[in-house]
């Protein structure tokens, strides 16, 4: 693997110790998280030596994640997932390959594979007022819940949902929905809690 810290600008990397904290930033990763509304991600040396789980809230979604960090370290081989990033005009589909490393790091090589203009979805806006109810949204494709088990595009789930007769937008929990775990973990020799 080269370690250039190059990148275009449709890539973008970090790095996480052995011990799951952040050690490094691409050059571009500040500029990205601006553009993404993530203002508190967007300066390098407040994120710097934090731990990758303290970004990560949702219980399915870490152990995803902890299952292919851990996959990833014992076989040395990388994982390639892909990751929708999108915005409320934007799709974006992005292929985050995991790399490990000599010192038991793992680096995180983002890249941009697909973008889509597309209208305004304002349950992705994050500036909207949210109401108290929540509804689950995939952290890898962005499919929404929209019962026990079924999970729709994010464009169906507003009608579904009916949240156009809302005056507010529901507030919006990740998690992994069943394709995406399946997936993701077909390869991987796993507990199965799920």
């Known amino acids: 693997m080269t370690n250039n810290n190059k990148t275009d600008d449709s890539s973008y990397i970090y790095r996480i110790d052995k011990s799951d904290n952040l050690s490094y ?48 370290r014992k076989t040395l081989e990388p994982a390639v997932i892909s990751i929708n990033c999108d915005s409320p005009e934007l799709q974006r589909v992005f292929q985050i390959t995991m790399t490990a490393m000599d010192d038991g790091a793992v680096e995180f090589s983002s890249t941009v594979v697909e973008i889509r203009q597309r209208e305004y979805i304002k349950i992705l806006d994050a500036s909207v007022i ?59 020799d796993y507990p199965k809690l799920m």
């Not at 509804?135 to 009916?162: H, M, P, Q, Y």
């Open 130 to 188: 949210r109401s108290e109810d929540i509804v689950k949204i995939c952290s890898f494709c962005k499919k929404i819940a929209v019962s026990d088990g079924k999970w729709v595009e994010t464009a169906e789930a507003i009608r579904v949902l009916n949240f156009f007769g809302n005056i507010t937008i529901p507030q919006l929990s990740h998690g992994v929905c069943p394709d995406c775990f399946a997936s993701i973990t077909a390869e991987m």
């Open 25 to 72: 930033l691409s050059d571009n990763w500040s500029e990205f998280a601006l553009a993404n509304d993530a203002i508190a991600m967007s300066v390098p040396h407040l994120i710097l030596g934090k731990s990758l789980w303290s970004f990560i809230a949702d219980h399915d979604t870490r152990y995803i994640y902890t299952l292919v960090l851990t996959e990833v």
